[in-house]
């Protein structure tokens, strides 16, 4: 890895690493700059070892989203899902582009990944909608699209990439769960903040490396 592009990836682990630190800390422009740095330094990483263009629309597209996440309100939420959807979509097509489908026979394991995401949505989706309200249909098109993208991850050689889009998949769950099961005052509530941002945030820098690595052996 040349230096300029240790520097993106370092630069992002470290301000994302300072950003637990402003997780429960109300809404302001340094804690929006803080939230949105991290995967837009991804994005210059990608950008550095010329990952392939979809790698980054996904990291931009995702970043976009945290942006509208660090505020509050319905208005933030509904474009900051919007934005997350569109980067799930990027990275579905991503996967499909570097797909090597004889791996599912080849190993097993990848089977049983794929029923065991299934099962978890399954048991989960149903609980979110009954307390999402007005969301209900957002939150149900969202949790699809993101199984999706799960699944399409079992294609593509690399473990890690799955590893990143099963991760990617319990911070949303949880994240949803938080903002529609849990009362704000939960003593979990706090917990799953932190869970969130560090499942998330792990899940963008494996995303990032491994399907760098694996554009680049293709």
């Known amino acids: ?14 301000i994302g690493l300072i950003y637990i630190a402003f997780l429960n800390r109300p809404s302001s422009v340094l804690r929006t700059v803080l939230k949105t740095l991290p995967v837009t330094l991804l994005a210059g990483f990608a950008w550095s070892v010329d990952a392939p263009v979809l790698l980054l629309a996904a990291l931009l597209l995702s970043a976009t989203g945290d942006a509208f996440l660090a505020h509050d309100g319905d208005g933030a939420f509904r474009s900051g899902l919007a934005s997350f959807l569109a980067a799930h979509l990027a990275y579905g097509a991503l996967f499909v582009s570097m797909a090597a489908p004889s791996v599912l026979s080849d190993e097993p394991w990848r089977v049983v990944a794929g029923v065991a995401s299934v099962a978890a949505m399954a048991i989960i ?11 209900r249909v957002a939150v149900s098109v969202y949790g699809m699209v993101i199984l999706g993208m799960a699944l399409l991850a079992l294609f593509v050689r690399a473990p890690a990439v799955f590893l ?3 991760v990617f998949m319990s911070s949303d769950a949880v994240l949803a769960l938080q903002r529609f099961v849990l009362r704000p005052d939960h003593a979990m509530s706090r917990v799953a903040s932190y869970y969130v941002w560090i499942s998330y945030f792990s899940a963008q820098c494996i995303l990032a490396w491994a399907l ?7």
């Open 1 to 14: 890895m040349e230096i300029s592009s240790a520097v993106w990836l370092l630069s992002s682990i470290a």
């Open 212 to 218: 760098a690595r694996s554009a680049a052996s293709l």
């Open 125 to 135: 989706l149903p609980l979110l909608r009954r307390h999402a309200g007005q969301h």
């Open 164 to 166: 990143g889009a099963a």
